[in-house]
């Protein structure tokens, strides 16, 4: 049971907005520390897509944003393509576990 | 460019032990924090460990604490996971990262390997 909870999947069309939530608690999200986001494409190695909760590194396309709002953070996706079908991961640390944490992960499904 | 290269996974007994080992390349090793992160087959991302740019300081998942120690050579650009007791619920691909951030609590982990992975069974 992740601390971090993610939905285990989401799908649109292409062209169409997505949004993946991520929710924890005081110890997490709620406790101000940072919420980072990665891709995982089928068979291949996480990458980072959001750092720091809002951040994007170089080479990431603007249609990855994200967000935070209290005990919960969120990463959208614009402009769907099938290139983004991938598992998505939330991460952040917990101050309770001493110990970084990951969300269960989201498949996304271009449609 | 930015590589990981990991290497010394492979199939071992219950009980047993392997080291892992993850070759730096195409940026500054010493001025990174480093990262091991696991992934069980069919399942998602589970951090395992943490070491400081110098190696003073480590850091451990509960599920692999006292089992597991993670080092560094610097002068190798070289990240280490000497791991014991294996048992069955260790069987993963295992991913070294670099872990950056403006504080340690903070840490995302930016660079990544391609993985190893490790089967424990008899």
């Known amino acids: 049971q992740s601390v971090l909870t993610q939905p285990p999947s989401v799908s649109g069309a292409p062209g169409q907005r997505v949004t993946i939530s991520c929710t924890g608690s005081s110890s997490n999200i709620g406790a101000g520390y940072h919420i980072h986001w990665y891709q995982q494409l089928p068979g291949t190695a996480p990458k980072l897509l959001i750092f720091?909760?809002?951040n994007r590194p170089s080479g990431v396309p603007d249609r990855f944003s994200g967000s935070k709002s209290g005990t919960s953070a969120s990463l959208a996706i614009t402009g769907l393509q099938a290139e983004d079908e991938a598992d998505y991961y939330c991460q952040s640390y917990d101050s309770s576990l001493s110990a970084y944490v990951f969300g269960a992960g989201t498949k996304v499904t271009v449609l | 460019e930015e590589q990981l290269l990991e290497s010394g996974g492979g199939l071992v007994q219950p009980g047993g032990s392997l080291r892992l080992s993850c070759a730096a390349s195409g940026f500054s090793f010493g001025g990174y924090a480093m990262t091991w992160v696991r992934q069980a087959p069919g399942k998602g991302l589970e951090w395992v460990s943490l070491?400081?740019?110098?190696?003073?300081?480590?850091f451990y998942a509960t599920s692999v604490k006292g089992r597991f120690t993670i080092s560094r050579d610097n002068s190798k650009d070289t990240l280490y996971l000497q791991m014991t007791t294996l048992r069955a619920e260790d069987t993963a691909v295992y991913y070294c990262?670099?872990?950056?951030?403006?504080?340690?609590?903070?840490?995302?982990?930016?660079?990544w390997g391609q993985g190893t992975l490790v089967a424990v069974s008899s």
């Open positions: 070491i400081s740019t110098s190696g003073s300081s480590t």
């Open positions: 720091g909760n809002t």
């Open positions: 990262a670099s872990a950056y951030g403006v504080l340690p609590h903070y840490y995302h982990f930016d660079y």
